[in-house]
């Protein structure tokens, strides 16, 4: 097993060493979890929480996810419930005028992860390049 996974490894850097180009780039998945183990937050809360600020509404947010309504709202309680905080606040009317909006601490979240997911993807792709091609 290990021997395969040297052979596999020296493969590879054949590969990068005999393309000479700089167009692969590395790509990473971050996110957040609790003690447990559980994830807290990632790249799905954080796209249902935008389409809930573009849609007004969770259950349509969930459409375009392509999620049942149960399980979009099952991502924002077991947020809530780990960060101690809302997510979404519910607005009161009738067919038509209610909806969902996003909390400041929700915004704030998303802005947050989107900065750190991309600071992690730039530091990974400058050091796949110094390590894989101008080396």
Sequence with gaps: MFYSIIYLNKQLEQVMKDHRTKDFRIRTKTWIENEQKELLFGKGKTEILTHIELEG??????????????????????????????????????????GTKLTPKAKEMIEKYQQLQREIEEFADQRFQELFFDG
């Design 57 to 98: 509404s969770i259950s349509r947010a969930a459409e375009k996810m392509g999620l049942n309504y149960k399980k979009a709202w099952t991502h924002i309680k077991i947020l809530q419930q780990n960060i101690e905080d809302e997510m979404v606040v519910p607005q009161k009317g009738g067919r038509g005028t209610g």
